[in-house]
């Protein structure tokens, strides 16, 4: 048996099924682990140590629950999921010491899945950042290279995996902060549909755009991970009541990829790309190929748009969600107020960063009176045409495949002082937040220069995750495997 936290879920899991291991033995595993590899990633804001290991005890005291699909798997979630009793500060200072009553629905369904939750993953403030260094707490580290960005705004998430410290966690997307850090990081990470999976319990940044999905070691684990949480919720508006399939049974359906059609828009590969990535996301394609699938060109027309409507939309609704840390129900709140308005204007000054300021007040200035038609009318009527555009495209085809970023994983500082350069991170990745359709980003190999992991992103048709998990399947066993980070 290779080591513990070297296994896959899927493996990890079939081994406390037989009993070979058992659940404190995985736990404690993983804790192990977690000591010796965090001083150096720094991919936690809090850990969970006793209660993990009091839970998998009482776990092995009933024996393995085959009604329970995750039970005994250690796992992570992002500190934007409230976590009963546990500290949820969405990496913020505002929130530094918020305790939730209660646990968001994905999180409370990982639980009853028999789940062990080791911790909390560090994040961009407010999920506002691609790097991880938004953080108020600390930056997170690569695992793969400590000098470099692990990706984000789930980049804690990203590299507590990516480092073996757990086997898998839950991470949010609002513009491709699962499948950035995915990317990065080398592993699976997976944007369901918008609706597909309940944000119940996940403090907002965007309403309109963020999804919680799972980020994994391998396709067939972000499948029984997105098999668990995925559903209709009667406490979240926008949870989507369709039916879910059976993700993991849906993988074995195919040993190749006769008669589906990859769709490869040109905006995505023509221009901007570092050749390594070129590169590997290209012999990923020719793979497909040679295993039976037939590419397409397609087009995006409006892909140009994307980034102006994003951050748009975002920032405006950022605004308005983040109205409600005001320093008087909870959260932080300022020491000595003068009065009520320098309260407010106090305590939020020293609870959010920089970033989210920044954003803050973009949003506010497009939703204000005499902008609002001018910006956030017509970013949601170009928003519309943008879904429109990726439905005629995916008529054409089965999924659409491209680079989930331009470059692989950057220095560490490189692009703190250049806002705008680090929203332009985001260009494949944001349009499908805005269209609300099914992403992911899969390994595909490493930079021949940087060394770095490289992200294929497919993109399926709504609640088609199923699809596009298949084909994601087929080419990650015909793939050379990345492997763990050499930590």
Known sequence: MPELTQMTLSEVRKALADKTVSAAQV??????????????????????????????????????????????????????????GVPTTCGSKILENFRPVYDATAVARLKDAGAILLGKANMDEFAMGSTTENSAYFATKNPWDLDRVPGGSSGGSGATVAAGQCYGALGTDTGGSIRLPASFCGIVGIKPTYGRVSRFGMVAYGSSLDQIGPMTRSVEDAARMLAVIAGHDERDSTS?????????????????????????????????????VAEACAAAVKKAEELGAKTVPV???????????????????????????????????????ENLLDMYVKSRTEGFGDEVQRRIILGTYVLSSGYYDAYYRKAAQVRRLIRQDFESALKECDVLAGPVCPTTAFKVGQMTSDPLQMYLMDIFTISTNLAGLPGMSLPVGLGRETGMPVGLQLTGRAFDEARMLQMAHVLEKNLPPTGLAKL
Do not use: C
């Open 27 to 84: 736990t404690q595993a993983a804790l192990l682990r977690i000591d010796a590899t965090e001083p150096k990633v720094k991919a936690l804001l809090s850990v969970q140590a006793e209660e993990a290991r009091a839970l998998a005890e009482s776990l092995d005291a009933t024996g393995p629950d085959p009604a329970k699909p995750l039970w005994g798997v250690p796992l992570v979630v992002k500190d934007v999921l409230a976590t009963k």
């Open 299 to 337: 087009k995006l027309n409006l892909s140009q748009y994307a980034i102006a409507t994003y951050y748009i939309i975002a920032v405006a609704e950022a605004s308005s969600n983040l109205a409600r840390f005001d320093g008087v129900r909870y959260g932080h709140r300022t020491s000595a107020p």
């Open 240 to 276: 989507v009541n369709v039916p879910v399939p059976d993700y993991v049974a849906a993988l074995s359906e195919r040993a190749d990829l006769k008669g589906l059609t990859i769709g490869l828009p040109a905006e995505y590969w023509d221009k901007g790309l570092s050749p390594e």
